[in-house]
């Protein structure tokens, strides 16, 4: 495992302050755009801090943190990697465990535990930051011009990370989906829901508890037209099975 290369020696320094989000630093090198660094205070502070973006060795960080950032803050890698050896992943499954163990400078000892899935080829983000801001442009224009990357950034995560979780959640797996762009339209009702729950942007007019509501049922609705007018490739076999292509269907109740 290793941590990723910051500065010089481990570390790079501010060397000018601008703003609280916006510092220049004296080596950029690790320094990129959605990366999250270590900070070092003068005023006793110290936590992640993630780049928004990146010119030269001029930096925006996407929240000012807790801490003072003057001069004299340090910036630290904090990113960790590590290889898998192929032999882990020989086999195509679904749930594989990950866990690391990561000791800190004070020999204390972090337990952290992820799932993976081991697939033929990844799921294609149903929306992408450049897609959230041009949305954003049109539809709020006036909170989106005050925005940096890094808020489209992560915009675009959590949309895409909520239309996964609603499709696995129904047995599909994405990385098994025929036609990854069919999510396309449940990647923008996702992006609507996110404004509205995490920056309280409702279209004028709206009720904000009924349009969170229908924008809901209007996901669950986009993420299942796009599995039934889909091939999902349940058996994980490559070929077009009977049980791998689902349409919609209505089921009749009676009272009896």
Known sequence: MTVATVGSGGFTTVASVTSQTSISVDNATGCTAGAQVWAETTDGWKGAVRISEAT????????APPGTITTATKLYG???TATIPAAAT???DAHYRLDWTITDSDGVAHKRRQMAHVCAMSFRDPLTSDEAAR??????PGFAAGL?????????????SR?????????NYPHLVGDQDTFVD???TALRLELALGDGLVPAGYDPSTYVNDQERALRK??????????????????????DVRPLFTLRAVRA
């Not at 949305?135 to 709020?140: H, L, S």
């Not at 940096?148 to 895409?160: N, P, V």
């Open 135 to 140: 949305y954003m442009a049109a539809t709020f």
């Open 222 to 243: 986009a993420v299942a037209e796009a599995v039934a007018s889909n091939w999902v490739d349940r058996d994980d076999d490559g070929s077009v099975d009977p049980d």
């Open 186 to 188: 449940a990647g923008l």
């Open 78 to 80: 904090l990113t960790l």
């Open 90 to 92: 020989g086999t195509r």
């Open 163 to 171: 239309v996964r979780r609603l499709l696995q959640s129904t047995g």
């Open 148 to 160: 940096d990357a890094g808020h489209f950034r992560e915009l675009a995560r959590r949309s895409s």
């Open 56 to 63: 030269g060795t001029a930096l925006i960080l996407e929240s």
